[in-house]
């Protein structure tokens, strides 16, 4: 087949995004073997394509062969969101100052909850993602205000598939997910323990943007503080409106950059 498809009809760009795309969930350098077979590209193209990613500065080549992502691909990345970020920092700060607990701020990517921002607390609270990591919306605080207070039809698509468990408290009934989210819909807010990672739990609320969901924020804290997480309410909707009041001069669709777009959740 022309090209060595291993997919009929796959474009170069389709081969390249696969590529790519393989060290979304990856963090240590990969063998063009080991990239061939995860993103069902056929070697030989693989040895093609990885040679002019690096040579674009896309892609980097170690020592010993090993590629991994290249600092041009990061800097490009950094774009993504970033009017987003950059306003919202401020405030993002504010919130851990005065929580004194993990503070975050999280949009919807596909499935997935992205995280935008991060500010880390003092005490020690399992990690569950990273800055531009994701995480499945249904397993985190930032993610049910978005499947709360986003347009219907995206909750109803995200429930129609199953949903990952990612520790025994992971709600994973879509009936009884769909009754926490209105109910966090109806009181403003939504609240997780221990679903995403033992040892921890999480708040958050949404952030408007001219009448429509544009982010939400939150903050995590070691679980045996789960009861007493809603005490931070008033701050966390401060902070919302503030971030509101920062942003609602510039468009939606610029605040977010290349966010929104059909991913698959994956491990952080």
């Known amino acids: ?29 990969l063998s063009l073997s080991e990239i061939s077979r995860e993103s069902g590209v056929p ?20 020592p010993n062969g090993s590629v ?39 949009v919807r990517d596909g499935d997935s909850a992205l995280y935008i921002e991060r500010i880390h ?5 399992p ?34 598939h199953p949903l990952a468990r990612r520790t025994a ?7 009884r997910l769909a009754d926490e989210l209105d109910e966090a819909r109806e009181r403003g807010y939504a609240t997780t323990s221990e679903e995403v990672r033992l040892g921890s739990a ?5 952030v408007w943007h001219t009448g429509k ?16 997480l809603p005490r931070h309410l008033p701050v966390l909707r401060g902070i919302s409106k503030q971030i509101e009041k920062a942003t609602a001069h510039v468009p939606l669709e610029t605040l977010l950059g290349a966010v929104k777009g059909p991913h698959t959740s994956a491990p952080a």
């Not at 600092?71 to 005065?98: M, S, V």
């Not at 408290?169 to 009936?175: E, Q």
């Open 213 to 228: 969901l544009g982010c939400a924020i939150g903050v995590v804290a070691a679980s045996d503080k789960a009861a007493g």
């Open 169 to 175: 408290h992971t709600h994973v009934d879509a009936r």
């Open 127 to 160: 990690r569950a993602s990273r800055v531009g990591g994701r995480l499945p919306l249904h397993s985190t605080a930032v993610g049910k205000v978005i499947l709360a207070f986003d347009e219907p039809w995206v909750r109803e698509a995200y429930l129609a």
């Open 68 to 106: 991994q992502l290249g600092l041009r691909l990061w800097a490009i990345a950094q774009n993504a969101g970033r009017a987003l970020r950059e306003t919202a920092r401020p405030y993002i700060q504010d919130l851990h100052t005065l929580t004194q607990e993990m503070s975050q701020l999280a």
């Open 121 to 125: 607390g003092s005490s020690r609270v």
């Open 1 to 29: 087949m022309a090209g060595g498809n291993a997919v009929p009809g796959q474009s170069v760009t389709a081969k390249v995004m696969a590529i790519i795309g393989v060290f979304e969930t990856s963090r240590r350098a």
């Open 202 to 206: 999480s708040i958050a609320v949404p």
């Open 43 to 62: 070697l030989t193209t693989v040895h093609r394509l990885v040679g002019e990613l690096v040579e674009g500065g896309m892609l980097s080549r170690g």
